[in-house]
């Protein structure tokens, strides 16, 4: 037994793949995918949530934007995923270096890695999650994402200057110091990176047809199918769902309540102007979709009631419960001329599903504040 020695040594790398040059190379597309994703994010909780300041100066063109800026935002996330696992790949031997720790600074720099990590992989897990509507979790979603959005963020800052001169040398191709970067790519790299290209690649042509209709076809993996769903259209809380069974047209009135207050029966409502206009749904989620709406301008409701031009409206739908049955929005929404409180769909009556019998319809809106089974409009001072 003498002389025995237990010796636990790290296990060694010496792929090429492995080095920085591999790592600098992925961590560029990855980290341009975590900025979109996280600056698309900003705009869409903003559009959901605007702090008061904002509240009343919201944009409600271009009429896209919204369904813009998210398709953006799920398609960066998940074009995000093979790209994190393929950078993790390139940089885990570094989790066994030795000794673990040389200093105040690589521990530090250990522990905002690994903020990084487990940060970035949570949103993209939670993400994903969301976007088929699993909630496998006790949390709300939204602010939990968008909480932990700002410490990966703040961790991939701290990451990107700690790994500056890396990245600076990358970039201009000569190796400083002991950081010796092989100018040329062998065919290793290159397939290992077009296996990389090829997997963001398939992964966003089988998923964005969510959103791009165009591409629809190609929706293999797609939670949506932006076809599926009566009216063509899709439906993410039936009525049946939100607890509104069938809504008894002789007993619906539209309450308008401001300066001078009105009720409309619903032949009023059809009664009054009816505008047509082109307008998509764009869910949080991802998908979206566009539909031929009519119905009655919101601006000639609001000047029926005697609004001030700058007013904030509240749209109350029939739903009893849930979080979306109450939205907000400011006065360019308000006052835009393609707002709608839509009563047919695709030039038929509005399904139950799709809101009948009146749902909001605005441009450049998240599709949760398009409340459906509209049954009051409320002026705010
Ligand atoms: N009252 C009410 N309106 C609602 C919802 C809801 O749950 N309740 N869901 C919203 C969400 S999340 C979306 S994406 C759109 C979907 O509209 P659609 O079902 O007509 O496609 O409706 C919105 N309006
Ligand atoms: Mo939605």
Known sequence: MEGMKLRVSPPEFRGRLHDPRTATLIGRWLGLAMLVCFGTGLVSHVMQHPPGWLANSLPSRPSWGYRFSQGLHVASGIAAIPLLLAKLWAVYPRLFVWPPLRSVRHGLERLSVAVLVAGAVFELATGLLNIVQWYPWPFSFVPVH????????????????VKAPEIRAHWSRRSPGTLALPVEDGPDRRSLLAGVAAAVGAVT????????????????F??????????????????????????????????????????????ELRALPQHEVEL??????????????????????????????DARVRVVSLQLRGGYRVSEMGHQHARDPLTLLALRLNGAELDPDHGYPARLIAPNRPGVLQTKWVGRLEVLS
Do not use: M
């Not at 968008?146 to 200057?161: I, P, Q, R, T």
């Not at 008894?248 to 009105?262: I, K, M, N, S």
């Open 280 to 309: 998509p749904i764009a869910c949080v989620e991802g998908w979206s979709k566009s539909a031929r709406w009519t119905g009655v301008r919101v601006r000639d409701l609001l000047e029926r009631v005697g609004a001030p031009p």
């Open 146 to 161: 968008f909480a932990v959005a700002w410490l990966v963020v703040g961790a991939l800052v701290l990451h990107l200057a």
């Open 205 to 220: 042509l089988t998923t964005i047809g969510q959103s791009v209709t165009p591409l629809k076809g190609l929706i293999l």
């Open 222 to 267: 797609a939670p949506r199918d932006p076809d599926h769903g009566p009216q063509g259209l899709p439906v993410n809380r039936t009525a049946a769902a939100a607890g509104v069974g069938r809504v008894v047209d002789e007993a619906y009135r539209l309450v308008v309540a401001g300066p001078r207050p009105y009720a409309l029966t619903l032949d």
